[in-house]
């Protein structure tokens, strides 16, 4: 958040005003966004640090947290590579139709994730377009692992995309030209002078989209068939074990994906101050 | 023949691939068997009191919760951008708590912090949960940062002079509010608002946990996609989901059209 | 007096912007406060509005104390460097909003108001622009749409930040003169902040000149530019050469004060590095045997006598010199 430059005091609200509202603002924060972030965290050891282990421990999680991995990582890199094409592709070339190619960008955010999955279900189920053409293959994508991958990838596939576009956008062409007449070749161009100006935005729409991905919930549910210990994710298990009254096992997962947010929390935050002294120290 | 940028051939390739296969496909999928389900479907669908009841509790829930996030993300914005306060930096980052969270996990807190014995739950004279009240609280829980995140940037180039002159011709520190910084804020605020709302019509996970589920209740329209999934009833539901897509294209239309109309605030997931 | 300031002190992170300040502006006068970038003119402009709050000392406007009011019952007109219109606002409702905003005891009526608004437009010659966004007006329209807008409440005092300052040379020029032929018209006392000298010098009745948190010189603009008193103000206000020193301090003089000839004896041997023969003066940079650059300024005609070009021989010595006590660097 950079330093702002405030309106003078004596126009300004009156300072009794200013803490009260602040002072409102804080209180909602710790009621409304700590107070249930805390509370994951108690509840996940109020059985103690036996149970708490032991659910994570157990085989059904381990092999829940080791699909919401892959399933991730799948995600991630669907979404650079396709977020670098986008960027670049729609960002530097003239393109017919431009502000349509945006939105399609755009769709996966404003499609409920609910509705996501059904779009899979309808293309992969046995009734859907290539069902029974992957029926007679023996492979399987709705209700297993495929279909799972393909959900989270598409509720994640603009995250980079629309870090990015913006960034080669604002960039400008000169400095890859700059380099090219200096005898780069175009890969050269790219490596060394176009990535390392994106670097910044690139790690945050990563950011953004793998904790997206590990925490995705609606579409995967609906394309998942809720196997256990083949198609639960992490998600998917909390919501099996809360369902059992295994309220501590459902906390425990829970303040593991906790732990993830937080983390992509802190460095979002890292990389967007990065960026900012990055830009500013030029 | 003009000298195309390197990289062209295969970054257009990508980009076309990628989205006609994993976006537009999946679409074109839902449209197809859309358009072959009969008129009948849709018109039993809305006759449908169950259905009727869901869509109408989801758009309504979804725009209270728009309502309240106005108000909290407004003050949010404000206070993070004018008061300098210690820790402002950390109460910036939390805001994007609810979008960092897995929504099944903000569910399952919610459900229990605002439960009959939950730290919160157990001082409200009322139940909060498995009721309306509760699938509310995880819509505007979910959505909160949109309105958060689309009047900072706008609040943070606003001039300061313009105030300053508006004070020194006489205004009282409320005109200024109300007849210079408001109108400037409207399309933000707008946008926000939009985008909160389109979130929490086609928010699942959370509500799952807080609703109870309840038909003719707390059941929403995602949730009951889900429902006919289950009974195989995949007319029905691809026609629900149409419904809820035109609603939430609709929605995004609208703050298109805004951001064309008065120059771009910024855009957030 | 209409402002009297007195004693200003006003420090902010360790730095000192203004350093026990006094001024006097009279009524109805036009006082140009010319500086340096850094020097305390703004922060000054700004706390005789309201808009800031000194450590210490006092403004007082018709001789009331002023530090108790808000900006909003200072009665202040202030016009700043970026123009601050509302945006959202068309040129008219701009003008009006000071009006508008009155209580409702005090406000006149709506045709009052049209009234009022139609006069200012003429006044900055926009009749036709009234419905005009500011997004639509160019840069000198827009400064005289935030002028309109001050003047429209009848300010005591018009406060003026740099208006001109993010304007083009040519549009600058006009609109000095148009302010000057407005405040002949209206009297209402006026501070003028700028760094430009050419703009203090040709507009103000008087010019304060600021450095480092101080004025060090108030006068009218002839005294200052023929009488400076200090040599940060002989070489903020015009050229100045700065030639040797002498036992009470430096010795300066200014470039038109410079004499010429061919004759050695007839002062300093110099040659001439550059010769620019345009304008009604030619300026000449002359590289002296002894070491360093004078700059003179000849007429056309002294030029043609002389018959010099680039690389000429001359002899060069001052007619009037100033010296000043402390070395300043210019």
Excluded at chain 1, 240 to 269: H, I, M, P, R, T
Excluded at chain 2, 175 to 187: I, K
């Amino acid at each position: 958040m950079p330093e702002m430059p405030l309106p003078a005091e004596g126009v300004g609200e009156p300072r009794w005003l200013r803490w009260t509202l602040t002072a409102l603002a804080l209180a909602f924060l710790l009621g409304f966004l700590v107070l249930p972030l805390a509370n994951i965290f108690h509840a996940a050891l109020s059985e103690g640090w036996r149970v708490f282990l032991a659910s994570l421990r157990d085989e059904e999680a381990a092999l829940a947290i080791r699909l919401s991995l892959t399933s991730s990582a799948a995600a991630v890199l669907l979404s650079t590579v396709f977020g670098l094409a986008a960027a670049w592709f729609l960002g530097r070339h003239r393109v017919p139709g431009h502000g349509l190619w945006v939105a399609v960008l755009d769709l996966p955010f404003a499609i409920s994730p609910v509705v996501a999955g059904l779009m899979f279900v309808l293309l992969f189920g046995l009734d859907g377009w290539f069902g029974p053409w992957l029926d007679r293959h023996n492979t399987q994508v709705i209700f297993a692992k495929p279909g799972i991958i393909l959900a989270t990838a598409f509720v994640t596939f603009p995250f980079v995309a629309r870090e990015l576009l913006p960034l080669v956008e604002a960039l400008g062409p000169e400095a890859e030209e700059a380099a090219r007449l200096l005898g780069a070749s175009p890969w050269q161009t790219f490596l060394r002078v176009t990535l390392p100006a994106l670097k910044w935005g690139l790690l945050y729409g990563v950011i953004l989209c793998a904790s997206r991905a590990m925490g995705e919930f609606g579409a995967v549910s609906v394309v998942s068939g809720h196997i256990r210990g083949e198609t639960m994710t992490l998600p998917l298990h909390i919501e099996a074990v809360y369902n059992e009254y295994q309220f501590g096992a459902a906390f425990a997962c829970a303040s593991l994906l906790s732990l993830v947010a937080l983390v992509s929390l802190a460095l979002k935050s890292f990389v967007a101050w990065r960026a900012r002294r990055d830009r500013e120290g030029t | 023949m003009k000298p195309r940028r390197p990289g062209f051939a295969l970054s257009a390739g990508i980009t076309l691939l990628g989205a006609s296969l994993m976006i537009l496909l999946p679409l074109a999928a839902l449209a197809f068997k859309a358009g072959h389900a009969k008129v009948g479907t849709f018109a039993a669908l809305l006759g449908d009191p169950r259905v009727r009841t869901a869509c109408l509790f989801s758009l309504g829930a979804a725009l209270i919760a728009a309502l309240f996030n106005l108000l909290w993300g407004s003050l949010l914005a404000w206070v993070l951008v004018r008061y300098p306060f210690p820790g402002r930096r950390l109460a910036d980052a939390l805001v994007d708590l609810p979008f960092a969270l897995p929504t099944a996990v903000a569910g399952l807190t919610l459900a229990s912090l605002y439960g009959p014995t939950g730290w919160i739950g157990r001082l409200l004279p009322f139940s909060a949960v498995y009721n309306q009240a509760g699938v509310v609280l995880a819509l505007s829980f979910v959505s909160l940062p949109f309105v958060v995140r689309s009047l900072q940037p706008v609040l943070e180039e606003l001039p300061r002079d313009m105030e300053e002159a508006a004070a020194c011709l006489g205004a009282s520190r409320w005109a200024t509010l109300r007849r210079v910084v408001l109108p400037q804020l409207l399309p933000a605020l707008l946008s926000g608002f939009a985008l909160s709302f389109a979130r929490a019509v086609g928010e699942y996970g959370s509500v799952v946990f807080i609703s109870g589920n309840l038909p003719f209740r707390t059941e929403i329209a995602p949730l009951l996609i889900v429902v006919k999934l289950e009974q195989y009833d995949y007319d029905g539901a691809v026609a629900l989901a149409v419904i809820m897509l035109t609603v939430s294209l609709l929605v995004l239309l609208g703050v298109h059209l805004l951001h064309r109309r008065f120059g771009g605030a910024s855009r957030h997931a | 007096m209409s402002i009297e300031i007195r004693n200003l002190s006003k420090r902010l992170g360790g730095k000192t912007i203004l350093d026990r300040v006094s001024l006097d502006i009279p009524e109805g006068g036009l006082l140009a406060l010319l500086g340096p970038s850094g020097s305390g003119k703004t922060t000054l402009l700004r706390i005789i509005a309201g808009l800031e709050t000194p450590d210490e000392g006092e403004v007082r406007v018709h001789g009331e104390a002023s530090h108790a009011r808000r900006p909003q019952d200072r009665q202040v007109g202030f016009v700043f460097q970026h123009y601050a219109l509302f945006p959202h606002m068309s040129v008219r409702q701009n003008i009006a909003f000071g009006l508008d905003v009155k209580p409702r005891a005090q406000r006149p009526s709506r045709e009052a108001i049209r009234a009022r608004v139609d006069e200012l437009l003429q006044l900055i010659q926009m009749g036709s622009y009234g419905h005009r966004l500011p997004a639509e007006l160019s840069g000198g329209q827009r400064q005289r749409v935030a002028l309109a807008r001050a003047l429209a409440v009848e300010p005591r005092v018009l406060l003026l930040d740099e208006p001109f300052g993010a304007l083009d040379a040519q549009v600058r020029a006009e609109l000095r003169h148009w302010l000057r032929r407005l405040h002949d018209v209206s009297k209402v006392t006026t501070v003028l902040v700028t760094h430009d000298q050419e703009e203090a010098m040709e507009v103000a009745d008087t010019v304060a000149v600021m450095n480092r948190a101080r004025i060090e010189q108030v006068g009218p603009p002839r005294d200052i530019y023929d009488h400076p008193a200090t040599a940060f103000v002989a070489g903020f206000v015009g050229q100045m050469n700065r030639l040797h020193q002498v036992a009470e301090g430096t010795a300066f003089a200014r470039p038109h004060e410079m004499e010429l000839s061919l004759d050695p004896g007839e002062g300093q041997a110099a040659q001439v590095a550059r010769l620019a023969p345009t304008g009604a003066l030619a300026r000449l940079r002359l590289r002296l045997a002894s070491g360093g650059e004078v700059e003179v300024h000849l007429t056309r005609d002294r030029l043609a006598d002389l018959q010099i070009a680039e690389g000429s021989q001359v002899y060069v010595r001052p007619a009037r010199v100033q010296v000043f006590p402390e070395d300043y660097s210019i």
